[in-house]
């Protein structure tokens, strides 16, 4: 009688081979997930920092367009000596912005005025910090 092998190929994977494919599958997901969030963040720090110029931006206009005299430290509120400013004529400050300026160097000879202007966004943050050479002639 002859005696028959018989050889038993199943095809498929084995369970370990099934894990570390998942595991280098969530690695990878993970990292996609992490890329995106940056993004996000980046994305809305671009949508801060575009508000806080164009808000600076028109106030350096009301700067340019207003008369010498009338720009001071007078109504300085911070403690470092900066004005707040609480409305522009435009309405252009961004809900919870601050626009703050400060006169840092006022040249009676030259007759001008060096004028630091900054903008805060809603966490109190710097976004913009410019500075404007105003004459007086």
């Given amino acids: ?78 403690g470092d000596g900066y004005t707040v400013v609480t409305s522009t004529a435009l309405n252009t400050i961004p809900p919870g912005y601050t626009i703050e300026y400060r006169v840092i160097n006022e040249n009676t000879a030259l007759d001008t005025k060096e004028i630091k202007l900054r903008v805060k966004d809603p966490d109190g943050k710097t976004r913009t910090d410019l500075t404007l050479v105003k004459s007086g002639s």
């Avoid at 028959?4 to 084995?14: A, P, R, S």
């Avoid at 806080?52 to 300085?76: H, R």
């Fill in 1 to 78: 009688m002859a005696h028959k092998t018989q050889i038993n190929i199943q095809g498929g994977f084995t369970l370990i081979e099934i894990m570390i494919t998942m595991a280098i599958l969530a690695v990878g997901i993970l990292g996609i997930m992490s890329m995106q969030i940056t993004s996000i963040q980046g994305n809305a720090d671009t949508v801060k920092f575009t508000e806080a110029n164009l808000a600076a931006q028109s106030q350096l206009e009301l700067f340019v367009l207003s008369d010498y005299d009338s720009i001071s430290n007078d109504g300085a509120s911070t």
